[in-house]
């Protein structure tokens, strides 16, 4: 009894200095996490990894909320709660009610997703937005205004991206991937090569209409009789690439196949190509695919270029999600060891092997890029890991977005993430606030400047 009075005496006094001490990490913290946050929001960004699009090649639409959505991460995630997908002719004719009336419920159901708040993150930044969530009030003031932006894009895109703190973006331009001509203000070159090895098992019958590489070829007066002309053409594709200061080369392959690239030699390849593709087997096919990226792979030395590959997660509402896994891709690691690897978006699910090549290979670098849309919370966890595995010099961000106002939310949503695992780091003792601005530095700029020698491809300074 007189010992429980005694304890009791002591007891509150202690409580009171335990809570005043955990009063004061918190705000010492707090305050450590907005120090790392303002100095990232002071770094001129190097976006390694974009799919900007001029509005107009969307289509022939009059930009309004629902058509930036359509455009979004987010439109998944409303298929995934169970609404039609944005059906693009409509949302041009109807009016926000009817819009909100269709999409509301579902688009209220994703509003726990990172695809919804990194959204919301970039309406924050772009259009001084304050809410958390959309509404159909706030939705119904926000629309007039992105209309009037984009009645000129091309003067609220350069507005936008210079608020958003971008310096350049790296444009994989997938969906015209010979394209060369861009606006080197804004973007740098990136070569995505999935056609060159898709079409490499797709030769056109005799009378069939071309398909892309080979209509290519022929607009630039090159024969494609078998592998060897077909060799030479893609490394033409390279050389002019080159020629408009490319920077990397991209392989986004996993949404239609698997990342298991065998080495298949030259004279196996070269017989199955002279076959007529559609008396190849599936196994045939992809034994021609596998010696075109090998053959790339070969040309990624040669040339000096860095092949950034996806991994993981594969965008949209259906797919085969292994054929993105990480583990995959470890013979062509062994194989190459003169070859510069960047793999993809944290290899999600599978950021742990995701960090353990990293880890294992000095020549595979960490591309963090659309890993905290997909998931913020994984990105926490899985940085934090990758920090205690991989040296800071090997990672790199990427936006991953169509349009300026997502790009700005996915910056937003990663520059919360990165600060908030180095705060942590910082208030368990393991990282001093200088390092951690240095790492800041080293994920947003200086590692894409350093890898992908971005002054002499570029021939500016950073
Ligand atoms: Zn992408």
Redesign the pocket.
Known sequence: MKKSKISKVFMLPLLTITLLFMNQCDVNEDAVYKRIRVHADQVKIINT???QHWPEEFGDYHFRFYHLIAASYLASDVSSAGANGYDWSLMDSLSLDVLWDMYGKALDYTSSTSYYSQMVRGFQKQYGFSDLYFTKENIAELSPRIEEHYKDYKSWFDEAFHRAGFELMFL?Q?WKSYNTQIDEKYFALVFNINYLISESSHKPEKGSELNSIYKEADSEGYKMSNLDDYLAFCDHKFKKNIEKKVVCL?N?QAYSRTLYYENVPYEEARALYDKPSSQLTPADAKKIEDFMFHWIIQKSIEYDLPVQI?TGYL?GNGNVLDNGQPIKLNNLFLEYPEAEFVM?HGGFPWTGEYAALGKMFRNVYLDL??LPQISRQEAVSALDVMLDCVPYNKFFW?G?CGLIEESTGSLEFAKDVVSEVLANRIERGLLTEEVALIIIDRIFRENAIEVFQLEKRLGREF
């Open positions: 990894h974009e799919h994989d997938w991209k986004s996806h965008a993809f890029v659309w990427g991953d």
